[in-house]
């Protein structure tokens, strides 16, 4: 019966087809009582605020690579999905909704905006699902979670509650980085600093009693309507006799002492500071050392406040031009420079963020770091690329504390509650907790305050940094803190892959919260996972890193529906060189949707080649031997043909190589590998070599190339189904099967085998192909007609060659487009034909009346030039001791008998060079 394969490759249907199927059939679901060894690892869970973008393709394609790598390795392995609630990220987006409306999160109220968010949430994370499972991810969907989960909630409550008692979350007033669009708290990570030409404005402060000023400089003069004080370095002599005097604040009128501290910096302006307590860090640590008062000028929202007198309700732009305005008008400004500094916004939405003091909650960092910093050292858990892991060692030595605190409405609202009769602050009594209206909430909240007694309590407004929940996804998501099977089984996790970007907001976290929270006795058993991997990033044609709040995503459903999935998810891999960011170009994806077209022609030519096959009465499920599953080479008694040899050969090195990849994180070297093994090796050499065969009336030799072409061609697809899953499903279910087959995601990865690696055979087809490569360009550049047979002359004093070239006549001949070959021993005079040569052998095609002798004198010149640039970087190599003591014993060997092949095409080329142009000369001359 014909095997029906369309003759266009059209992968949309395919994958549509083969990803619904997957999920349908619960392919990948996990069980952790089934014996094996363990692979899992958690999704960096996306967040709900639309629909993934590129950067999380690249992701998933790595994660999904290794996730089906290891599967058909034979581990137990389990890709937990889910996505995160994101709260900045959401309330920002909701609130664009809103506005589009003409409504503001407040004219609802917190109960109504929260449910908004949550169907946005039904919406988005239901799209995001989608496409998940449309991108191939092969996780298992029924253990899909959401940081909002009650189960996830309980999480969070039971790490705050003990966080909280062991003295590490604390409440206090400090300086935070505030968002005056977002109007909340953001961590020192959430800052994006960016270089900004400005200005720095010098203003007088008149001394009180005297007639001198004193002169300060500052990149923000709307902030000194909040000024409590001047500050000078008390070793800076130029200030020593104003120290305990007092100044007049400019415009405010207001007297403010002259302060002596170590902090100020005498070489930055005047070496006089103003210091705003509520505005600066720096000041603040000031204003705390010197007993100063805070006076907070800016409202939530980023305008100036009542204290800031007439210039209250401006906003702080507006505030700042009009306060330079007014110190010019009133001669106390000295003097204005331009100044390039740094300024922080916002990462979500850009805006340029205010430090402020503000009463938040923290964590202590200090403790949670020392034992991080000590598994990354002792190597229990490995971050790739290196150089990362001394990024990590040095934040993390030199740590703040965080603060947790959000001024939001969408997320874990913090479980404490306030006592308006005292002021004390009462925890939850435990992490139980409810769910209402499909939500969950605290269960036990207090009913009295724990210091007065009084049921007057008030939760509190804020919720948690979103960060804080993701710092618990690697046990959280296993039913943390309950130890359930899933905990004890796939925990710590195999591995994580992230963005380096996220490696201090999410990754040293997690690391942090599972060394202190899981109750076990080892660090090695509480690490949350044992490998960090930080891919690149894929960044906009700006070089920006792709958000989908700034609006400058691709939709990855949008190209893969133009290309195909596989071919986004190998151009991806093929991209991924550790370390360097990806800038996609259509032409990349365009050569791995050529890859795939090539692959389907290839198994379509085999389809219906075998059904001529089967014509005669044989069918592929007779040739479905044991070696086709193994990829054992089938013999029909006697030698292994050279070609059957060769491939074997080339099957067990490659996959070696591919599996060594993978394990170091190289997927471009493992995509690369399995490329050029498929393309080049498998569909341009093996199948062309062995077409006579097929058809053979041989029906012995027929069936024995038909069986060791289909256990190359079935294990090459299991090679490539990590990166290109779909293509290969729907081709392997082409071939016979054996029964209760499922699915090529369920067989054995190939394995190398040392028994079917066979150098011999490696390098006789290397000077076969080298023969052939070689008449083809002599032909291309004689111009011969591709469809005319021509004759050509092999020459060669190496015996063994000329024995290999006659065993091998009939694909020598057909593959080069050859009537037929002479052989001789000697040199071929110049001005004979088109001719190549290497050490060992000389060919040519005789044509010299279709030979441009001015194109071959360049093509020779050229030759001439990169083998003289390829010998002596050879000879550099070899003569560096350095190389010589650390490259194996066979690398140096190959490396020396490489130059010698060099040097003798050099002499070679360079005597037919010099023959070449005395016999152009001597044409002119004459």
Avoid at 829 to 856: C, Q
Avoid at 867 to 891: M, T, V
């Amino acid at each position: 019966m014909p095997r029906e394969i369309p003759k266009a490759y059209e992968p949309q249907e395919i994958e549509q087809r083969w990803a619904r199927a997957w999920v349908e059939q619960n392919l990948f679901r996990a069980d952790p009582k089934a014996p094996g060894a363990v692979f899992s690892i958690v999704i960096p869970p996306p967040n709900v605020t639309g629909s993934i973008h590129i950067g999380h393709m690249l992701e998933h394609t790595q994660i999904d690579i290794l996730t089906r790598w290891h599967r058909m390795r034979g581990f137990r392995t389990l890709w937990l999905p889910g996505s995160d609630h994101a709260g900045i990220a959401t309330q920002v987006v909701v609130e664009r909704e809103l506005a589009k409306h003409n409504l503001t999160r407040h004219q609802l109220g917190r109960e109504e905006f929260e449910r908004r968010v949550w169907e946005w949430k039904a919406h988005s994370g239901g799209t995001i699902k989608k496409q998940m499972i449309r991108l191939g991810d092969s996780c298992d969907w029924t253990r899909e979670r959401f940081t909002l989960d009650p189960p996830l909630y309980r999480a969070v409550l039971e790490a705050f509650l003990r966080l909280y008692h062991e003295g590490l979350i604390y409440r206090g007033r400090y300086i935070v980085n505030w968002c005056p669009r977002c109007m909340t708290a953001l961590s020192d990570l959430e800052i994006v600093h960016k270089e900004q030409a400005g200005h720095l404005w010098y203003i007088r402060y008149p001394v009180i009693g005297a007639k001198e000023h004193i002169v300060v400089a500052t990149t923000r003069p709307e902030t000194m309507l909040g000024d409590t004080a001047v500050a000078v370095h008390p070793d800076d002599d130029r200030y020593r006799h104003l120290v305990g005097r007092k100044a007049l604040l400019p415009l405010m009128n207001r007297e403010i002492p002259v302060v002596a501290d170590s902090a100020v910096d005498r070489e930055f302006g005047t070496g006089a500071v103003k210091v705003t307590p509520a505005h600066d860090p720096n000041d603040f640590e000031i204003g705390q050392r010197q007993n100063l008062p805070e006076v907070d000028v800016m409202t939530d929202d980023g305008h100036l406040s009542a204290p800031a007198g007439k210039y209250a309700g401006l906003d702080r732009f507006q505030a700042r031009k009009r306060v330079v305005e007014d110190l010019q008008a009133q001669g106390l400004l000295e003097r204005v420079v331009n100044h390039t500094h740094a300024i922080g916004t916002c990462d979500r939405c850009t805006t340029v963020v205010e430090p402020r003091a503000s009463m938040q909650w923290f964590c202590k960092m200090k403790p949670l770091a020392e034992p991080a910093i000590q598994v990354v050292r002792n190597g229990l858990i490995t971050i790739v690329p290196e150089n990362q892991k001394k990024i990590y060692l040095d934040w993390m030595a030199n740590i703040r504390d965080w603060c947790i605190s959000r001024q939001l409405w969408w997320g874990h609202r913090i479980p404490i509650w306030s006592c308006a009769a005292c002021g004390a602050m009462t925890p939850a009594r435990d992490s139980r907790v409810e769910v209402v209206n499909g939500r969950a909430q605290a269960a036990s909240v207090p009913q009295k305050c724990a210091s007065c007694g009084s049921i007057k309590l008030t939760q509190e407004p804020d919720v948690l940094d979103t960060w804080f929940s993701s710092a618990l996804w690697p046990f959280s998501t296993l039913g943390w803190p309950d130890e359930t099977d899933d905990l004890r089984t796939y925990y710590p996790t195999s591995l994580l892959i992230s963005g380096y970007d996220i490696l201090f907001f999410w990754d040293a976290r997690m690391i942090m919260m599972g060394l202190h929270l899981l109750p076990r006795p080892k660090l090695e058993e509480r690490i949350p996972f044992r490998a960090l991997y930080l891919h690149s990033l894929v960044r906009d044609p700006e070089g920006l890193k792709m958000s989908k709040t700034r609006g400058n995503v691709i939709d990855p459903l949008e190209v893969i529906e133009k290309y195909g999935t596989d071919a986004m998810r190998f151009t991806l891999a093929v991209m991924a060189a550790p370390g360097t960011d990806i800038v996609l170009g259509e032409d990349r994806i365009l050569s791995s949707r050529a890859f795939a077209n090539k692959i389907w022609n290839a198994a379509r030519f085999l389809f219906v080649n075998l059904d001529k096959f089967e014509a005669a009465g044989v069918t592929l499920e007779e040739l479905a031997a044991p070696d086709v599953r193994t990829g054992a080479p089938y013999r029909t008694g006697g030698t292994l043909p050279l070609v059957d040899r060769w491939i074997f050969s080339r099957l067990s090195c490659v996959t070696g190589e591919i599996n060594t990849a993978l394990k170091g994180f190289r997927f471009h070297e493992a995509a690369h590998v399995v490329y050029h093994f498929f393309w080049g090796e498998f569909c341009d050499w093996y199948i062309e070599w062995v077409k006579p065969q097929l058809l053979s009336l041989d029906r012995a030799a027929a069936t024995a190339a038909w069986r060791n072409l289909f256990a190359v061609f079935e294990s090459a697809l299991r090679l490539l189904h990590p990166f290109m899953p779909f293509l290969t499903e729907e081709l392997w279910h082409k071939l016979p099967q054996r029964a209760g087959a499922q699915s090529i995601a369920l067989e054995r990865f190939p394995e190398a085998c040392a028994e079917r690696i066979d150098g011999e055979a490696e390098q006789h087809m290397v000077r076969l192909q080298e023969i052939i490569v070689m008449a083809r360009n002599i032909r291309a550049e004689l111009k011969l007609d591709p469809k005319r047979k021509v004759t050509a002359d092999f020459s060669t004093q190496a015996a063994p060659l000329l024995t290999l070239v006659k065993g091998n006549f009939e694909p020598i001949l057909r593959l080069a487009g050859l009537s037929g070959l002479d052989f001789t021993t000697g040199h071929f005079a110049l001005g004979s034909g088109g001719i190549r040569s290497t050490m060992l052998f000389d060919l040519r095609i005789p044509h010299w009346e279709a030979l441009d002798a001015g194109a071959e004198l360049a093509r020779l010149r050229k030759e001439k030039a990169w083998l003289e640039n390829d010998i002596q970087a050879k000879q550099r190599r070899l003569a560096d001791p350095a190389f010589r003591s650390r490259a194996p014993e066979e690398i140096v060997r190959g490396l020396e008998s490489t130059l010698r092949e060099r040097q003798a095409e050099y002499l070679k080329l360079a005597e037919r060079l010099a023959q070449l142009e005395r016999s152009l000369g001597d044409a002119a001359a004459g």
